[in-house]
């Protein structure tokens, strides 16, 4: 299933790298992760203290995966953990809303398992992936809040004996996206597991963008985005490092992907100046995950990145116009300015309403997207331009669920099963305008062209030869 960061990552980097998932597959399969500089440092709380993983428990493979997870939990408990508990967050996402019961009853058993090995491991808390822990690019500090009160404080508005029991009642309110925070509780109406000092946590995520908030409050001494009440002292390891620029979180259990050579550093130090913009909830991927995961301008004189605060406090299909207007006219002065020779923005609409499921509110964001897209391309015609469109992935193309033979499926009452997630479809890509050189069009050897090749493509359009590593470019000029 396609996603946001890496495909950002192969538009901009021109070469598909292991990623996130792949780096942590291969680190628990050859039991590197156990030898590693991250492993050593929380280990030394096995002895006295408590081992707390936290992450999204799903197995759609976007931020983590249910495997990995499970392998973490036999891995440290044969490394020394004595007591495990788990901080689940459901996803219903990446992955069918409902289907964050099975998942919990699965973890479940694994933990009876290890429970009779003698390990003491337990779920402690839980809460829905957007309401609580996963907020990005701090939308919204309430959402990381509910998460540390429930993990570290044990203490939320719901308190269950055990998880399945929870999150089958919960459900009955709120879809897997945004179950409230609970706690589980032992006879004694006590929590079974806050985090404190002399213990280890682990954020199993392998996708950084929505566990950079967790980790600033777990690892920052220095910290005001909300009361964290208490700050324990603890050993803290990010599954991977989430930010390569700010260094967070400083140990991990697996090293980062070294992606070098981006297109967007070639082309800046080759005179191309770059604007990029989009609103809060892509703009790291337009500059950031585009730039092989690097914060900041790799010549500030030559390039210039703008954010468009996203709505807060809001699903996006109340306002699921979001900031189309906004980015494609911030992409249209920039084009018309002269300024710049690369205009890049991602308009998220179809994306971030796609998720919310509601069909009515997709319709409109497109609509949106589609007068944003007409403003840039209109300003590419009148400077004599060249536009590239084309998306990271696929999502509000299709918005049900269906069967094998591509049929929508239904629910017990007869109605359209929703689909939220992204797509596998491969997604199109448009190049024209009127500065496209007569003759240019794609090539057709390159039958399994995928958003890596787009930036060798780009390189082309802007009269360079791409690297010889990149990924065959998709356009070829015709000898008549």
Known sequence: M?????????????????????LVDLALASGKIYDGEGFKYISESFEKGTLHLIGLLSDGGVHSRLDQLQLLLKGASEHGAKRIRVHVLTDGRDVLDGSSVGFVET?????????????????????????VTMDRYENDWDVVK?????????????????????????????NDQYLPPFVIVDDNNKAVGPIVDGDAVVTINFRADRMVMLAKALEYQDFNKFDRVRFPKIRYAGMLQYD?????????????????????????????????????????????????NRSGYFNPQ????????????????????????????????????????????????????????????????????????????DAIEQVGGIYIVTADHGNAEDMVKRNK???PLLDKNGD????????????????????????????????????ANVAATVMNLHGFV?????????IEVADN
């Not at 396609?2 to 792949?22: C, D, P, T, W, Y």
């Not at 429970?115 to 957007?130: N, P, Q, T, Y």
């Not at 980062?256 to 991927?285: M, Q, W």
């Not at 791409?466 to 998709?474: H, M, Q």
Request: charged letters at 25%.
């Open 2 to 22: 396609g996603n946001s960061e890496v495909g950002h990552n192969a538009l901009g980097a021109g070469r598909i790298f292991a990623q996130g998932a792949k």
């Open 107 to 131: 973890l479940e058993n694994d933990l009876a398992k290890l429970r009779e090995k003698g390990v003491d491991a337990r779920i402690a808390s839980g809460g829905g992936r957007m309401y």
């Open 146 to 174: 509910r998460g540390w009160d429930a993990q570290v404080l044990g203490e939320a508005p719901h308190k269950f004996k055990n998880a399945v029991e929870a999150v089958k009642k919960l459900r009955e309110n709120a």
């Open 244 to 292: 390569g620029e700010l260094k967070l979180p400083s140990r991990f259990l697996v090293s980062p992907p070294e992606i070098d050579r981006t297109s967007g550093e070639y082309l800046v130090h080759n005179g191309v100046r770059t604007f990029a913009c989009s609103e809060t909830v892509k703009f790291g991927h337009v500059t950031f995950f585009w730039n092989g």
């Open 302 to 377: 030559m390039e210039e990145y703008v954010e468009i605060p996203s709505d807060v406090g809001i699903t996006f299909n109340v306002q699921p116009k979001m900031k189309a207007l906004e980015i494609g006219e911030k992409a249209r002065d920039a084009i018309l300015s002269g300024k710049f020779d690369q205009v890049r923005v991602n308009i998220p609409n179809g994306d971030m309403v796609g998720h919310t499921g509601d069909i009515e509110a997709t319709v409109v964001a497109c609509k949106a997207a589609d007068e944003a897209v007409k403003m840039i391309l």
């Open 405 to 407: 033979s591509g049929e």
């Open 416 to 451: 359209l099963q929703i689909l939220t997630s992204h797509t596998c479809q491969p997604v199109p890509i448009a190049i024209g305008g009127p500065g496209l050189a007569p003759g240019v069009r794609f090539r057709s050897d390159v039958p399994n062209g995928g958003l």
């Open 466 to 474: 791409a690297p010889n590593d990149y990924e065959t470019t998709l």
